[in-house]
Every structure is written in structure tokens, then in C-alpha cells.
């Protein structure tokens, strides 16, 4: 049975978001769905919000990291590892959003849909080319490598481990405390 949310914040079980109709979500969680009375992009952008970072300065991380300024991929959480990619425009409403962490393996099902096989074994046909959707997960990994190696070389420098502090917030600008 599905349950229909208010509201929804991205978490560590998010697997994907698609739209279920003008105003609707259709969240899948590695084990449990829910639809959402709200548009997946509207989702994700609050889902930033929730993490300490606006969508645009996400969005913007990106760019600086890895150069890519269109269907951009992000990360909504680097704490929990929380990195979406988005299967067209975000403003398109037949945008989807998928977690990279949760994707097994992808194979072509014909000329305009890829059928994506997740961890949890559930398999799910989507409407975006084989090229397409290879290119976004080649995207969001070169996203966690830079974001990795961006980490390990703040670790060599200081000499020893960086754990993320529950108050920590980050954006392209630099890091900053949150006064509690």
C-alpha cells in the first residue's frame, strides 16, 4: 500500500523520484513508497534546504567541482553521501531524480528507455536513452570522486580523518559553523 505524504525530506533509503501526476511524487525508498503532494523538483530543492544548502548552491558545488552546468547532478547530503541525478531538466516536469548510491546495474531497453536494475533486485523501465542515462551516472561518480579526493586531500594536509561535525553546512564558498 502506498501512503500519500504532505511533505518529504530526501533520505539515505531514497532511491528515485517521479512525477505521478501535475502536483504528485512518486517516492521509491528501498523499502517502502509513498506518493507526495508535491513535484519532485520542488523535493529535491526543499530536500537541500533541509541538508543546510540551497538547490542552486548545490547545483553551483557541482560546477565548480566537476564543470557540469546542465542536468547537473548534486549532492543533497555529503554527511549520509545523499548524490541525485536528474533524468532531464529539473523544470521539466517529466524529470525523475535517481540516487546513484542505490543503482546495481543499467541495460538498454530500446532506442528511448533503459531499464535500471536497483540493490534491493527491483527493476524499473524509465524513459531516457541508454547514452543518457550512462552519461548522468558517469557524471554523479565523477561528482563523488572529486568531492572524495577534495576530502582526503584536506586529510593529508591536517593529518588526520575529516568527520563531518553535526553542525557542519558546506557550499562552493568554503565551510562555515552554525551557531547552536
Same mark, same amino acid.
Given at each position: ?36 503532494? #508535491?513535484?519532485?523538483?520542488? /523535493?529535491?530543492?526543499? !530536500?537541500?534546504?533541509?541538508?543546510? *544548502?540551497?538547490?542552486?548552491?548545490? @547545483? ?62 527491483? #527493476?524499473?523501465?524509465?524513459? /531516457?536513452?541508454?547514452? !543518457?542515462?550512462?552519461?548522468?551516472? *558517469?557524471?554523479?561518480?565523477?561528482? @563523488? ?36
Amino acid at each position: 500500500m502506498t501512503e500519500t505524504l504532505p511533505g518529504y525530506e530526501i533520505n539515505p533509503y531514497t532511491m528515485l523520484l517521479r512525477p505521478a501526476g501535475e502536483e504528485l511524487t512518486e517516492v521509491i525508498e528501498a523499502k517502502a513508497r509513498y506518493l507526495v503532494s #508535491r513535484k519532485p523538483f520542488d /523535493i529535491v530543492k526543499k !530536500s537541500c534546504d533541509y541538508f543546510g *544548502s540551497s538547490y542552486n548552491g548545490r @547545483r553551483e558545488g557541482t560546477k565548480q567541482l566537476i564543470g557540469v552546468t546542465h542536468k547537473a547532478p548534486i549532492i543533497v547530503d555529503p554527511y549520509t553521501s545523499i548524490y541525485l541525478f536528474p533524468t532531464a531538466s529539473p523544470s521539466s516536469p517529466d524529470c525523475m531524480w535517481i540516487s546513484h548510491d542505490y543503482i546495481a546495474a543499467f541495460e538498454k531497453n530500446d532506442a528511448c528507455s533503459t531499464m535500471i536494475t536497483f540493490q534491493n533486485h527491483e #527493476r524499473l523501465e524509465i524513459p /531516457i536513452s541508454f547514452y !543518457s542515462f550512462e552519461k548522468q551516472v *558517469s557524471r554523479t561518480a565523477r561528482l @563523488r570522486v572529486k568531492f572524495t579526493q577534495n576530502v582526503k586531500k584536506m586529510e593529508t594536509f591536517h593529518k588526520h580523518p575529516i568527520q563531518f561535525p553535526r553542525n557542519w553546512a558546506s557550499e562552493h564558498h568554503g565551510s562555515y559553523w552554525i551557531d547552536e
